[in-house]
């Protein structure tokens, strides 16, 4: 069983379990028009063993290769078992466990490659998982995050301080997170940040371990 952390955290694996069955329509247009090459052009040379926090219905799956050995974690039970489904169909050999981004289960340095996309967004603490991430990086290992972020246009940023309660209690996830300032607080280094989509809204960090 999953040992969950606190009240939100607890709240927001709720929240993905409760709008798991519709999450993927609900995402279909914007994952057609500009998710899906985002995530083909990040993911699909990866080798190694790779981390995926927050893999939720298994989005990125059909995009790593076979070599790459991957472990895929959620804290949502219902999201995860849709990856676990959409991986069989597949015939992806991914291994899948219900687990807390906040608290990984994993010893230091263990992976080449720890993927979060569109997953910072939602976790309760970002920073505290961020340096889980960190601690289970390779050196010389890579971090890669696409997300969308707190805009440094005043006017987006107040359209998204506006909007956040909104998505924040139906969908569980923020649009107004500093992503940026989260991973350099963490002790992660950002290689480069890369500008993709709606000014700088959707961006995507690649990131070293820290000293």
Known sequence: MIQLLDKKTKKTGRVYDRIAPVYDKFEAFIERKLFKNLRQKSLENLKGQLLEIGVGTGKNLQYYTTEAKVIAIDISPKMLERAKNKAKKLGKDIEFHLMD???????????????????????????????????????????????????????????????????????????????????????????????????????????????
């Not at 608290?103 to 263990?110: A, M, P, R, T, V």
């Not at 998204?160 to 996830?173: A, K, Q």
């Not at 989509?197 to 070293?208: E, I, P, S």
């Open 101 to 211: 981004a906040q608290e990984l289960k994993f010893k230091d340095n263990s992976f080449d490659f720890v993927i979060g996309t569109f997953v910072l967004c939602s976790i309760p603490n970002p920073i505290k998982a961020l340096k889980e991430v960190q601690r289970v990086l390779k050196k010389g290992g890579k971090a890669i995050f696409l997300e969308h972020v707190l805009s440094k246009n005043k006017l987006i940023a107040l359209l998204e301080h506006l909007h956040n309660p909104i998505t924040s209690g139906l969908f569980g996830f923020n649009v107004n997170r500093n992503t940026r300032k989260n991973i350099l607080n963490a002790g992660i280094n950002i290689v480069s940040d890369e500008e993709l989509a709606f000014f700088d809204v959707f961006r995507k960090f690649t990131c070293t371990k820290g000293g």
